[in-house]
């Protein structure tokens, strides 16, 4: 079988530290564990990885985040893959630091990246995984929240973070979406 895992960001060097490329950070992670490298292609870079039989496409779009969707339709089209097995790692405010949930299919709600894919796609019907930044801001300045740099607390508490994110990911290539969200969302 063959998945897409998609991890959301800004691709610029400028983003790279900001809450919204935390699906960069995660999908990095599991490439380092998986000691597989991105290679630039069309709309994003790539990286091939097995694991148990599964054969993962990682992908960091580089059309910007409000772009995704044709990034991640190329390369499902691309690849053969449905959408079934497509997992986009995405940045939630609705969610405290750190806490991560897997979601079968659901709206965008607001973010702009999966309101590309899911426009793109023409479906809501592909599985997220949600990575809380929290809701720590003012009134009106959201942007400048998800644009913003993890606190040192937050960072020093990402390592672990990033471990369980990739824990689930690679749990729902091996034991599927639903005993994946049984296992880990209450946590």
């Known amino acids: 079988m063959k998945y ?20 960069f950070r995660v999908v990095n992670r599991l490439a380092e564990e998986g000691q597989a490298l991105f290679r630039p292609a069309r709309y994003g870079d790539i990286a091939g990885l097995r694991i148990k039989g599964q054969d ?14 044709l990034a991640v339709r190329y390369w ?16 939630d405010i609705a969610l405290p630091f750190g806490t991560l949930r897997l979601k079968p299919k659901g709206s965008h709600g607001g973010h702009n990246g999966l309101r590309s894919i899911e426009e793109t796609l023409g479906t809501q019907a592909y599985a997220r995984l949600r990575f809380g930044v929290g809701s720590d801001f003012a009134a009106g300045r959201q942007i400048d929240h998800v644009l913003g740099p993890f606190d040192p ?3 020093a508490l990402m390592p672990g973070k990033l471990e369980t994110a990739t824990e689930m990911i690679r749990s729902f290539c091996l034991a599927g979406v639903q005993i994946t969200m049984n296992q880990y969302n209450n946590k």
């Open 153 to 155: 607390e937050e960072l």
């Open 4 to 23: 897409l895992i998609v991890g959301l960001g800004n691709f610029p060097p400028e983003y790279w530290d900001t809450r919204h490329n935390v699906g």
């Open 76 to 91: 499902l089209q691309k690849e053969k893959i449905p959408d079934e097995n497509l997992l986009v790692v995405v940045d």
């Open 56 to 69: 993962l496409q990682l992908l960091k779009p580089t059309t910007f985040m409000n772009l995704s969707g």
